[in-house]
């Protein structure tokens, strides 16, 4: 089978019995951790997944939070490291936040920028005129990255506009980006800032929310959506609240502990090591008895307050698929947490599965 929707009590990943590049016609795809790393190179695997599942005939499009970067800069990097992409394949909170400002204000409303070049060229898209300072006159404020240069004074402007009364717009709240040198500040440290000055709240386009998942839907003309990410709070709860079905990969900031750990909001539908895993079928969770549940060859279950993994079969180095022990793994922390967060001590089960590679 495969998932219809987002269940809002899910309890166990879905499987399907076909590829799901087959299953679903748009790839909805996150870049950071998903597609390439922070320092801009290509992932393992993923230029040739992506190729496989382009030639099947899934589209393929690629969404970010990140409001610095056009579209046509997004594509370029795409191209340059073997993923052919057009402007028009990439989706960026820029574009999002700049459709909700033009949804609430009139043709041609001037908006003061706190941001970079992706958020201007999104802000003119929209027939909207970007001005730099709270005293050129604008009816709005919106607030994007800006990169790590961006100056302290630019926050200034944006809380004395703020502070005047005008509508506050980010196109997203991430606390935190990551790049070659490490984790920097992202946007939503910038927000907050203007924040604690001005005591407003901004309205917020980007992942997981509504605005972000209603633009990709708009450019893409997704029917059957399958969004692929690696972080349960955006990319996971973003399908969540548009009740469309979700891959997570392990190639990002997820582990298989803080997978365990999710919430139903940030359970996804479908697990896989890599981005390989959109031409795979995704194998089927059963109940095992006595509150286990079985997949590929493993079972799982719980028993005084821990997780256990036990593997049939399971020859040296490991005969087993590693992710079907992670698939059982999920469907019985999920259960045992119902609408929480699962407590229950997963360490030797993440150490055998350590052992096999995982």
């Given at each position: 089978?495969?998932?219809?929707g ?14 799901l590049s ?10 950071d ?8 190179d290509?992932?393992p ?35 340059r490291i ?17 459709r ?25 898209e ?47 709240t991430d ?23 001005t005591?407003a ?27 692929v990410?690696?972080r ?13 079905d979700?891959?997570?990969v ?35 969770i059963?109940?095992?008895?006595g ?20 593997g049939?079969?399971e ?9 079907d022990?992670v ?18 001590d ?12 995982l």
């Open positions: 089978m495969t998932g219809n987002q269940e809002r009590g899910r309890n166990r990943p879905d499987g399907s019995a076909v590829a087959e299953a679903y016609d748009t790839a909805l795809l996150d870049l951790g998903v597609v390439y790393y922070a320092g801009g290509a992932i695997h993923a230029v040739e997944a992506l190729e496989a599942a382009r030639a099947g005939g899934m589209h393929l499009a690629y969404v970010t939070n990140n409001a610095l970067r056009t579209p046509d800069a997004v594509a370029g990097h795409l191209t073997g993923v052919p992409a057009a402007a028009g394949d990439v989706i960026t909170s820029a574009q999002a936040v700049a909700l400002i033009a949804d609430e204000m009139p043709p041609g409303a001037r908006v003061l920028v706190i941001g970079g070049e992706g958020l201007r060229v999104a802000l003119r929209r027939g909207l005129v970007p001005v730099e300072s709270a005293d050129d006159d604008p009816v709005a404020v919106v607030q994007g990255y800006g990169g790590p240069e961006l100056p302290w004074g630019r926050l200034a402007e944006a809380s004395y506009a703020v502070g005047r009364g005008l509508p506050w717009y980010a196109s997203n606390l935190t980006i990551p790049s070659a040198r490490g984790i920097g500040p992202g946007n939503g440290a910038a927000v907050e800032v203007v924040r604690i000055a005591g709240e901004p309205k917020v386009a980007g992942k997981p929310l509504p605005p972000m998942h209603r633009e990709t839907v708009l450019r893409t003309g997704a029917e059957r959506p399958l969004v990410g690696d349960l709070d955006t990319d996971i709860e973003g399908a969540f609240n548009g009740e469309v979700s891959l997570l392990l190639t990002g900031v997820t582990d298989v502990a803080r997978l365990l750990a999710a919430v139903p909001e940030h359970r996804p539908t479908y697990v896989a090591a890599d981005l390989r895993g959109l031409l795979a079928p995704q194998p089927e059963v109940e095992a008895g509150g286990a549940f079985g997949c590929g060859g493993w079972t799982a279950s719980v028993s005084g307050g821990a997780l256990l993994l036990e049939e079969g020859g040296e180095g490991g005969a087993l698929d590693p992710l022990g698939r059982a793994l999920c469907a019985a922390a999920w259960t045992d947490a119902g609408a929480g967060t699962c407590g229950l997963a360490g030797k089960a993440l150490e055998r599965l350590g052992r096999l590679g």
